[in-house]
């Protein structure tokens, strides 16, 4: 079946660290894959997607590249700032289902 | 424009009382989704309607019942919840044109309900 695994938080950096939060899938065929983004008491926002493999997703300085070869989604972002304080939730969707098969979300505080 | 807009904001109900989730798009998309989602948790799906028909109904029990007026609308009835209800329903919809079910899904705001 489709499975979605992220690294387990929370991920605590200072203000400008490097980030990366991984994420690796296990689907059958050519899945979509997405990052969404919660802000505290708010609902998902699309953050990017890739739709096939070595796509690379960008968004506000977010990144991350469709690796069939290691089913990996990893996100990055060089320079995080304390409004990036967040969950950070991968996903992907498959053919025949309507399904959309969730991480169990990154929780990211950023210092000042 | 990628908005889905969901009514009410907040929302404190009684074990006995009926009411009802709204929730809007007006992008053309042709599934329309309802997701509850616990804290510190990931969405989970409820039910999915597609072309405005039923299509998944993932086991809710039937004192949440689900309506599709029209292809922007969708509305979630609610009547005899319990405290374990409490959560934040959010409504999202995708294009599907296709029927593939792999199109972007957008989200709502979600409705925080708390029941007592």
């Known amino acids: 079946g489709n499975s979605v695994t992220q690294m387990e938080g929370p991920v605590t950096l200072s203000e400008e660290a490097f980030l990366t939060i991984n994420c690796t899938y296990t689907a059958t065929g050519y899945p979509s894959l997405f990052w969404y983004v919660q802000y505290p008491g708010e609902g998902l926002q699309l953050l990017l997607k890739a739709t096939k493999a070595d796509d690379k997703g960008s968004n506000k300085g977010f990144e991350a590249t469709y690796r069939k070869e290691t089913t990996s989604f990893h996100l990055e972002k060089g320079s995080v700032q304390v409004s990036d304080s967040a969950v950070y939730f991968c996903?992907?969707?498959?053919?025949?289902?309507?399904?959309?098969?969730f991480g169990a979300g990154t929780r990211l505080f950023v210092k000042a | 424009d990628t908005e889905v807009t969901q009514t009410p904001k907040h929302l404190v109900m009684g074990m006995t009382n009926k009411k009802s989730l709204k929730c809007e798009q007006h992008m053309g998309h042709r599934a329309m989704y309802w997701y509850k989602q616990k804290a510190k948790k990931p969405p989970e799906l409820m039910f999915v309607y597609s072309y405005e028909k039923l299509s998944i109904n993932e086991s809710v029990p039937s004192r949440f019942s689900p309506e599709c007026p029209n292809s922007s609308l969708l509305n979630l009835h609610l009547h005899a919840l319990q405290p374990e209800d409490s959560a934040l329903y959010l409504c999202?919809?995708?294009?599907?044109?296709?029927?593939?079910?792999?199109?972007?899904?957008?989200f709502g705001p979600g409705t925080r309900l708390t029941v007592l």
């Open positions: 999202a919809s995708s294009q599907e044109t296709g029927g593939q079910g792999t199109d972007t899904q957008y």
């Open positions: 996903a992907l969707r498959n053919t025949g289902g309507f399904k959309t098969i």
